[in-house]
């Protein structure tokens, strides 16, 4: 689930009705592990403004390439899939307002800071999102797909998948798109399936082979990653 020893240590104490012993963090410890929920929570709540978009009158871009690709209402759920209006600051105002450290949200790679006339925008804009998903259920980045075939303003082609830069958090050869969604199959059926992309994890799963998992970096390093 991603957890360090001492969160594991609690989680678990949690479950089992053991009182753990006391420990007394140091002041950066303590400052680590605040940043990390931190940044955790605004992840939840940039997912959050993703899935709400969708369901919107803003989100008809996303749900048109949803139903093109033949991808459910259920199936999109499960994956907490969500759309970025093509907008520069909806969701950088929306952070704004829920007050969270815009510096930690840069980091995550949600906004960018705008160099001129000051403030913030968004990265992904016109883009059907795709959270990832640790097996504990907190979202640690996400991976976001162009619906649109418009070109920028050079010509060129815009990029197809956007996934969130290395971070604190985001450590992209360490993760796979899909592990907390299949993970329950793959215990199952005692194997795992390893495909390309994000959409190929989200049609099989809807064609009911659900122990698929796609890398989000080398492959050789995302393979060392268990369920």
Known sequence: EGKGFLEAAEQLAAMTGVELPKYEENPDERRRRGEKLAMLDINKIATAF???????????????????????????DRFLLGYAPNEW?????????????????????????????GGYYDL???????????????VWGFSSRTVSSQKAPDGSEPPKYINSPESRLYKKSQLLFGLAQAREAMQTSKRA???????????????GFCEVVAPLGPVEAATTQRP
């Open 193 to 207: 399936v390893l495909v390309e992309g994000n959409f190929d994890v989200i049609t099989l799963h809807q064609a």
């Open 50 to 76: 993703y899935r709400e978009m969708l369901a919107s009158p803003r989100g008809e871009p996303g749900r048109a390439y949803l139903a093109k690709r033949g991808v459910t209402t259920e199936v999109a």
């Open 124 to 138: 992904n804009r016109d883009r059907l999102v795709c959270p990832v998903v640790m097996p504990g259920g907190e």
């Open 89 to 117: 600051g909806l969701l950088a105002d929306h952070l704004k307002a829920k007050r969270v450290d815009m510096q930690l949200a840069v980091e995550l790679g949600l906004v960018r800071t705008r160099t001129q006339q």
